[in-house]
């Protein structure tokens, strides 16, 4: 397992969470955190657990492997997609809706290409045709 980076994801979900237009004390509330808990990771002083990441995910609207990966819980590999599936979960200009639809037609571009997706959504290497 990769070590714990606290400061860039510190920044990351500061990032995240401009981007979402969110205060920190309107994303601690909507995460289930409390305001200083969330302000010492923001600042990089507090290592939150992966369920407290997931709970922060969910309220931002990006996938909890993206915080994974920026936090070290997961190691990123190349060809995944997590960062676009990201970037468009947590863009506050498109409805809940437009986003499913944009993932469903980068998941059909994917399959059409030869890629098959996993379980969590990560791309996997070319699949030959029987």
Same mark, same amino acid.
């Given at each position: 397992?990769?070590?714990?980076?606290?400061?860039?994801?510190? +920044?990351?979900?500061?990032? $995240?969470?401009?981007?979402?237009?969110?205060?920190?004390? $309107?994303?601690? +509330?909507?995460?289930?955190?409390?305001?200083?808990? @969330?302000? $010492?990771? !923001?600042?990089?002083?507090?290592?939150?657990?992966? !369920?407290?990441?997931? $709970?922060?995910?969910?309220?931002?609207?990006?996938?909890? +492997?993206? =915080?994974?990966?920026? %936090?070290?819980? =997961? +190691?990123?590999?190349?060809?995944?997609?997590?960062?676009?599936?990201?970037?468009?979960?947590? #863009? /506050?200009?498109?409805?809940?809706?437009?986003?499913? %639809? @944009? =993932? %469903?037609?980068?998941?059909?571009?994917?399959?059409?290409?030869? =890629?098959?997706?996993?379980?969590?959504?990560?791309?996997?290497? /070319?699949?030959? #045709? #029987?």
């Amino acid at each position: 397992m990769a070590s714990l980076n606290v400061g860039s994801l510190g +920044e990351y979900i500061r990032e $995240q969470r401009r981007s979402a237009q969110y205060s920190l004390r $309107q994303l601690a +509330e909507v995460a289930g955190v409390s305001n200083p808990y @969330l302000s $010492q990771i !923001e600042r990089g002083l507090r290592k939150p657990s992966a !369920e407290i990441l997931q $709970q922060i995910a969910k309220a931002l609207r990006i996938s909890a +492997e993206t =915080l994974y990966v920026q %936090a070290g819980i =997961l +190691e990123e590999r190349p060809g995944e997609g997590l960062e676009l599936r990201a970037s468009i979960l947590a #863009d /506050p200009f498109i409805s809940e809706q437009q986003k499913h %639809a @944009l =993932l %469903a037609v980068y998941e059909a571009f994917l399959k059409e290409n030869g =890629l098959k997706e996993g379980a969590h959504g990560e791309t996997r290497a /070319p699949v030959a #045709d #029987d």
